[in-house]
């Protein structure tokens, strides 16, 4: 006898359902780094005191991406705005991961490469407001972009002169940007 899940896995198709997987991966592994980025910019210009980042977990993705340009912005100054740029699109790039996270998501066929999202919030017409539909190669392109918008604002910092993360040696941390 065949479970909900796998009959719900007969919605969209394994290709659908990768891409989304990898969407929410790459976002996962975007929120750690926001934290560390951070925990850059609130020790420069001294070390990175790698504790500090128990402080830093559970916040937000809004409010650490906040955090990073008020850092940002007090550390480097003028040379700041790129990095303010880049985190815009950082939050921009997390709509779509929040969007296929936290809206109702439906299919209109069996093994679709498409997901309809569905809100379930009004808007301030008090309307819902009409669905959204993306296929797999364009949540795919999400979590490309968001993978190199993360690669940016490391590379910003470090061309800003704040100190690189460690990362031992053999972590995936940061997907080698």
């Known amino acids: 006898m065949e479970d909900n899940l796998s009959k719900l ?16 991966v790459t976002a996962s592994a975007c929120e750690h780094t926001l934290a560390l980025q951070m925990a850059r910019l609130m020790a420069h210009p001294l070390e990175i005191d790698t504790t500090s980042l128990v402080a830093l977990s559970g916040t937000e993705t809004r409010v650490r991406i906040q955090q990073i340009q008020v850092l940002a912005h007090l550390k480097l100054g003028q040379n700041a705005e790129p990095v303010l740029d880049v985190c815009d699109k950082i939050r921009h790039s997390f709509d779509h991961r929040n969007e296929l996270a936290h809206y109702l998501v439906a299919s209109e066929t069996i093994a679709s490469d498409k997901v309809a999202l569905k809100h379930t919030k009004l808007n301030a017409k008090h309307e819902l407001p009409p669905p959204k539909t993306y296929t797999t190669d364009q949540i795919r392109e999400f979590a490309r972009v968001l993978h190199e918008q993360m690669g940016e604002l490391d590379r910003l910092l470090t061309s800003r002169g704040i100190r690189k993360i460690p990362v031992p040696p053999g972590s995936i941390l940061l997907a080698r940007y």
Do not use: A
Request: hydrophobic share 45%.
């Open 9 to 24: 896995e007969r919605y969209f198709s394994d290709k659908l359902l990768r891409s989304i997987g990898l969407l929410l």
